[in-house]
């Protein structure tokens, strides 16, 4: 009957059907805890009466927080709470929970007020301990609001009380937050002596200006670059126009005298220069000085004025400087002798120009003029320069000074506001809610009653479901033996014990009473007690469980059509994990009701070594062994009802283990030939040295009795392994089932009786 697809793990889950095992299964536990949670519960109703309270609430817009004097300091600082979340109103919590606020408002409410319905007493510390102990603070977790709670059993003091912890937390707050030691006079001291420091410095400011000359850094450092910039223009322009006058005035005539008679000769020798019309030399030298004026005048146009070389102006200048030069050029071309003019032969220029022989003269002079100005500012830039640190840091001073006299003014301030409006006042602590008037909460008192309530129920299902699945590891159901250990169930028998259905059983354990050779009776040959002496005919084993032998009957003989086994007979061994199990009840039962179908025998083999399946039957021999059952001739004395025959193959000899084996394999072929439909052999429980595990492998099938609620599922899932090694086809019976939930209830059909 095993199959690679029952080795496969199932899945954890729970159906409706688990839980109602469950719970009925452990219903005596639930209950007892829900009662115990019901007794706790009157107690606590009873006893613990929801004491007065009032509540008020708290906004805090913001935490201003100051630790020293020092105005520059970063501890200096107002925290908003918008930005700082969560941790700074926790802060304000242990603030208001602190001792030293219960210990003063224990004291200003008076101890014995606080301990009256205590128990009495003038204990300030104890009185401080009780209001710590009934003091409920609870920041919101999405606002800036606090909720604040207190509780006591007179109602007249819970209102009184809280708002004086409310206004011991307000001065709290302020000593806590505010810079320590700082009064009214030391505040006015330090704003005199910052006045009189903000005076000094000032003075110093002013003589360092002085000395340097200066008003203001700013417009003298912009005026010095400025005009060191517009002096540098200047020189440029001049050395430039100097450059350019320079290569249009030809060079001095050079001493001509000769020095030898060579030199005369060549001179003598020259020819004379060649006359050009006056018309052409004037042409040539207006030509001239029109390009020194329209050089000068592009040359401010760059320099002086900032114009770059595509304004219109520009390029108009440009242009007609091209044409000159142009013009000069064609002169030059044309007329060769032009170029060796003397200056002095050139024509006047225009009227208002400078000669180029005059700016020549004058240009040197000015481009030197410059140069000593440029000088001189460069000079008087680097002493203001040497100035500006020393002004820098008087500024600096004086900025550092200002501030911790605004610092310290608006602390005086502050102060004195404070003062004015009263002690206690925080403005940046505002009430949203005064402290309401003294009531009780009973919606929290009774969800502490029905939290003890449900909490005994849900601590009783927790118990039962611990057990079930996590303690007891125990197969309680039909459903678990395929769902957990992989095997078909053939059957499950009911446990004849439960709700009183052991009346239905027989009143004694039936053995096997055969006649003795003198004729006495079992109990007079001192076989059985005399008390289990049975009437003849009365084999039945449990007449309440006949129907589920007919049952597994049925379902066996279903089991082998299936698998087309027709042969005769059929071999089939029932065995367990312990004993106990029902192995020879369940065998004995089987054997009975297989006799009652049809004219085939069926013989029942008891392996076991006392109390076998055979000692369950009426006129029997339990001194007939199997090989004497297989014999046609011998088999009369071991029949106990028609068509049901019994032996014993079952020893006291320890050889057993080992002779049973091999001796067995050589009665396979008898058995087989033999004209029986069924053999049912009632085996040992299932060990690693039983001989059930060896003998196995030569059954058609093999049912493994599994006690319910007994048996560990460990346990037979060992034991299926051992005998799936001897190639036996395992399936399973569950016997002594118990029903703890109502029939309407179950959804397992296996499940029910």
Same mark, same amino acid.
């Given at each position: 009957?095993?199959?690679?697809?029952?080795?496969?793990?199932?899945?954890?889950?729970?159906?409706?059907?688990?839980?109602?095992?469950?719970?009925?299964?452990?219903?005596?536990?639930?209950?007892?805890?829900?009662?115990?949670?019901?007794?706790?519960?009157?107690?606590?109703?009873?006893?613990?009466?929801?004491?007065?309270?009032?509540?008020?609430?708290?906004?805090?817009?913001?935490?201003?927080?100051?630790?020293?004097?020092?105005?520059?300091?970063?501890?200096?600082?107002?925290?908003?709470?918008?930005?700082?979340?969560?941790?700074?109103?926790?802060?304000?919590?242990?603030?208001?929970?602190?001792?030293?606020?219960?210990?003063?408002? @224990?004291?200003?409410?008076?101890?014995?007020?606080?301990?009256?319905?205590?128990?009495?007493?003038?204990?300030?510390?104890?009185?401080?301990?009780?209001?710590?102990?009934?003091?409920?603070?609870?920041?919101?977790?999405?606002?800036?609001?606090? !909720?604040?709670?207190?509780?006591?059993?007179?109602?007249?003091?819970?209102?009184?009380?809280?708002?004086?912890?409310?206004?011991?937390?307000?001065?709290?707050?302020?000593?806590?937050?505010?810079?320590?030691?700082?009064?009214?006079?030391?505040?006015?001291?330090?704003?005199?002596?910052?006045?009189?420091?903000?005076?000094?410095?000032?003075?110093?400011?002013?003589?360092?200006?002085?000395?340097?000359?200066?008003?203001?850094?700013?417009?003298?450092?912009?005026?010095?670059?400025?005009?060191?910039?517009?002096?540098?223009?200047?020189?440029?322009?001049?050395?430039?126009?100097?450059?350019?006058?320079?290569?249009?005035?030809?060079?001095?005539?050079?001493?001509?005298?000769?020095?030898?008679?060579?030199?005369?000769?060549?001179?003598?020798?020259?020819?004379?220069?060649?006359?050009?019309?006056?018309?052409?030399?004037?042409?040539?030298?207006?030509?001239?000085?029109?390009?020194?004026?329209?050089?000068?005048?592009?040359?401010?146009?760059?320099?002086?004025?900032?114009?770059?070389?595509?304004?219109?102006?520009?390029?108009?200048?440009? $242009?007609?400087?091209?044409?000159?030069?142009?013009?000069?050029?064609?002169?030059?071309?044309?007329?060769?002798?032009?170029?060796?003019?003397?200056?002095?032969?050139?024509?006047?220029? $225009?009227?208002?120009?400078?000669?180029?022989?005059?700016?020549?003269?004058?240009?040197?002079?000015?481009?030197?003029?410059?140069?000593?100005?440029?000088?001189?500012?460069?000079?008087?830039?680097?002493?203001?320069?040497?100035?500006?640190?020393?002004?820098?840091?008087?500024?600096?001073?004086?900025?550092?000074?200002?501030?911790?006299?605004?610092?310290?003014?608006?602390?005086?301030?502050?102060?004195?506001?404070?003062?004015?409006?009263?002690?206690?006042?925080?403005?940046?602590?505002?009430?949203?809610?005064?402290?309401?008037?003294?009531?009780?909460?009973?919606?929290?008192?009774?969800?502490?009653?029905?939290?003890?309530?449900?909490?005994?129920?849900? $601590?009783?299902?927790?118990?039962?479901?611990?057990?079930?699945?996590?303690?007891?590891?125990?197969?309680?159901?039909?459903?678990?033996?395929?769902?957990?250990?992989?095997?078909?169930?053939?059957?499950?028998?009911?446990?004849?014990?439960?709700?009183?259905?052991?009346?239905?059983?027989?009143?004694?354990?039936?053995?096997?009473? @055969?006649?003795?050779?003198?004729?006495?009776?079992?109990?007079?040959?001192?076989?059985?007690?005399?008390?289990?002496?049975?009437?003849?005919?009365?084999?039945?084993?449990?007449?309440?469980?006949?129907?589920?032998?007919? @049952?597994?009957?049925?379902?066996?003989?279903?089991?082998?059509?299936?698998?087309?086994?027709?042969?005769?007979?059929?071999?089939?061994?029932?065995?367990?994990?312990?004993?106990?199990?029902?192995?020879?009840?369940?065998?004995?039962?089987?054997?009975?009701?297989?006799?009652?179908?049809?004219?085939?025998?069926?013989?029942?083999?008891?392996?076991?070594?006392?109390?076998?399946?055979?000692?369950?039957?009426?006129?029997?021999?339990?001194?007939?062994?199997?090989?004497?059952?297989?014999?046609?001739?011998?088999?009369? !004395?071991?029949?106990?009802?028609?068509?049901?025959?019994?032996?014993?193959?079952?020893?006291?000899?320890?050889?057993?283990?080992?002779?049973?084996?091999?001796?067995?394999?050589?009665?396979?072929?008898?058995?087989?030939?033999?004209?029986?439909?069924?053999?049912?052999?009632?085996?040992?429980?299932?060990?690693?040295?039983?001989?059930?595990?060896?003998?196995?492998?030569?059954?058609?099938?093999?049912?493994?009795?599994?006690?319910?609620?007994?048996?560990?599922?460990?346990?037979?899932?060992?034991?299926?392994?051992?005998?799936?090694?001897?190639?036996?086809?395992?399936?399973?019976?569950?016997?002594?089932?118990?029903?703890?939930?109502?029939?309407?209830?179950? !959804?397992?059909?296996?499940?029910?009786?």
């Amino acid at each position: 009957m095993n199959n690679s697809r029952h080795n496969e793990p199932a899945a954890m889950s729970i159906s409706l059907g688990d839980i109602y095992f469950v719970v009925f299964r452990h219903k005596w536990k639930i209950l007892l805890l829900t009662l115990a949670g019901l007794v706790a519960a009157t107690g606590y109703y009873f006893k613990r009466q929801p004491p007065y309270q009032s509540e008020a609430e708290l906004f805090i817009r913001y935490i201003s927080d100051s630790r020293n004097m020092s105005p520059t300091d970063d501890n200096s600082r107002v925290t908003s709470q918008m930005n700082v979340g969560q941790g700074l109103m926790n802060s304000e919590v242990d603030i208001l929970n602190s001792f030293d606020i219960a210990t003063q408002v @224990a004291t200003n409410i008076g101890p014995e007020r606080i301990l009256a319905k205590y128990g009495g007493g003038n204990d300030a510390i104890r009185a401080a301990v009780e209001i710590r102990k009934n003091l409920r603070v609870a920041p919101s977790q999405q606002s800036s609001v606090m !909720h604040i709670t207190y509780l006591h059993p007179d109602p007249a003091l819970v209102q009184p009380v809280l708002n004086e912890i409310i206004r011991t937390y307000l001065e709290k707050h302020a000593q806590v937050h505010q810079a320590i030691g700082i009064s009214d006079d030391l505040l006015t001291d330090q704003i005199t002596q910052l006045r009189g420091q903000i005076a000094a410095t000032d003075e110093e400011l002013r003589i360092a200006k002085t000395n340097a000359g200066i008003i203001d850094m700013a417009d003298s450092q912009k005026s010095y670059s400025e005009e060191v910039s517009r002096i540098r223009r200047e020189l440029f322009q001049a050395e430039a126009e100097l450059a350019g006058h320079e290569s249009l005035v030809p060079a001095q005539a050079q001493d001509t005298r000769p020095t030898n008679s060579i030199a005369t000769n060549a001179i003598a020798a020259t020819p004379a220069p060649v006359k050009l019309p006056s018309e052409i030399t004037e042409q040539y030298q207006t030509a001239c000085t029109r390009q020194a004026f329209l050089q000068k005048k592009e040359n401010d146009y760059l320099m002086d004025s900032g114009f770059t070389p595509e304004n219109n102006l520009v390029k108009e200048v440009h $242009a007609q400087l091209a044409a000159v030069i142009q013009t000069k050029q064609d002169l030059e071309a044309k007329y060769p002798s032009l170029t060796d003019l003397p200056v002095e032969t050139a024509a006047a220029p $225009a009227p208002g120009l400078p000669t180029p022989v005059n700016l020549l003269a004058a240009l040197p002079l000015r481009v030197k003029i410059l140069q000593q100005q440029l000088m001189r500012l460069q000079s008087d830039a680097a002493r203001l320069d040497e100035a500006e640190a020393r002004i820098n840091d008087l500024l600096r001073k004086k900025q550092v000074q200002e501030s911790s006299y605004k610092y310290f003014a608006n602390s005086l301030e502050e102060a004195r506001i404070n003062e004015a409006l009263g002690p206690g006042h925080v403005s940046n602590i505002n009430r949203i809610q005064q402290p309401s008037p003294p009531y009780k909460d009973f919606a929290a008192f009774y969800k502490k009653v029905c939290l003890l309530i449900f909490g005994g129920l849900g $601590a009783g299902l927790a118990w039962a479901f611990l057990i079930e699945f996590f303690l007891d590891h125990s197969v309680k159901r039909a459903g678990e033996v395929e769902g957990k250990l992989h095997l078909p169930c053939f059957l499950s028998i009911p446990d004849l014990g439960q709700n009183k259905r052991a009346v239905k059983a027989a009143a004694a354990r039936r053995q096997l009473a @055969a006649a003795q050779p003198n004729g006495d009776s079992p109990a007079a040959a001192g076989l059985v007690p005399a008390t289990h002496d049975l009437e003849a005919n009365a084999w039945h084993i449990n007449h309440a469980l006949d129907t589920h032998y007919d @049952a597994l009957r049925d379902r066996l003989v279903l089991y082998f059509e299936s698998i087309n086994l027709t042969r005769k007979p059929k071999l089939v061994a029932i065995t367990s994990t312990n004993r106990g199990a029902g192995v020879s009840t369940i065998a004995a039962g089987l054997a009975a009701s297989l006799s009652e179908t049809g004219d085939g025998r069926v013989l029942l083999v008891d392996m076991n070594r006392e109390h076998g399946a055979a000692q369950q039957f009426f006129n029997g021999q339990p001194s007939c062994k199997l090989d004497d059952a297989l014999l046609s001739d011998k088999r009369d !004395h071991a029949m106990v009802k028609d068509n049901l025959y019994v032996v014993s193959e079952s020893s006291h000899s320890d050889q057993l283990t080992r002779v049973l084996p091999k001796r067995f394999a050589t009665l396979v072929p008898q058995l087989k030939a033999s004209d029986y439909d069924y053999i049912i052999f009632d085996m040992p429980p299932v060990t690693q040295t039983s001989i059930t595990t060896r003998l196995a492998g030569f059954m058609d099938t093999v049912m493994l009795v599994i006690e319910s609620e007994k048996t560990d599922r460990e346990v037979v899932q060992q034991a299926n392994a051992l005998l799936s090694k001897s190639k036996a086809n395992v399936s399973a019976i569950l016997n002594k089932t118990r029903q703890y939930v109502p029939s309407r209830l179950v !959804h397992d059909i296996n499940s029910k009786m």
